[in-house]
């Protein structure tokens, strides 16, 4: 069985208030690996779960969920709940769901580049 090629994401204060994520897997090499995390830099996770576009989600994404009868609830960000040892979603802070919990979502932005409006 060959094994899942891991891709983490990298978030970068490059000002004050301003970030750039970057992507890279645990595989690569030393030298291409210079430059790509600076000073205080946070990494976030996968999920190992994909919104209804094929994206990956990870860690500090903002999510849209729609529920029955087109009734749509406000973003939640993806975030580890280590109480219950799960991916959780949160509004303004506080737990709401557990990702597990829907299956049709879809990122609209993260907590760095802030919430994508269409």
């Known amino acids: 069985m060959k094994a899942k090629e891991l891709t983490l994401r990298v978030v970068n204060e490059i000002e004050e208030g301003k970030f750039e994520l970057k ?65 959780s979603l949160y509004i303004n802070g506080c737990h709401e769901y557990d990702l597990d919990e829907f299956t049709d979502y879809e990122i609209i932005g993260n907590e760095y580049e802030g919430i994508k409006r269409y």
């Open 23 to 87: 992507e890279f897997k645990l595989y690569m090499t030393y030298e291409s690996f210079i430059g790509c995390i600076l000073g205080e830099a946070e990494i976030l996770r996968p999920t190992g779960r994909k919104d209804r576009n094929n994206r990956e989600i990870y860690e500090s994404d903002y999510l849209g969920v729609e529920l029955e009868y087109d009734e749509f609830i406000n973003p939640m960000c993806v975030t580890w709940n280590d109480k219950k040892c799960c991916w």
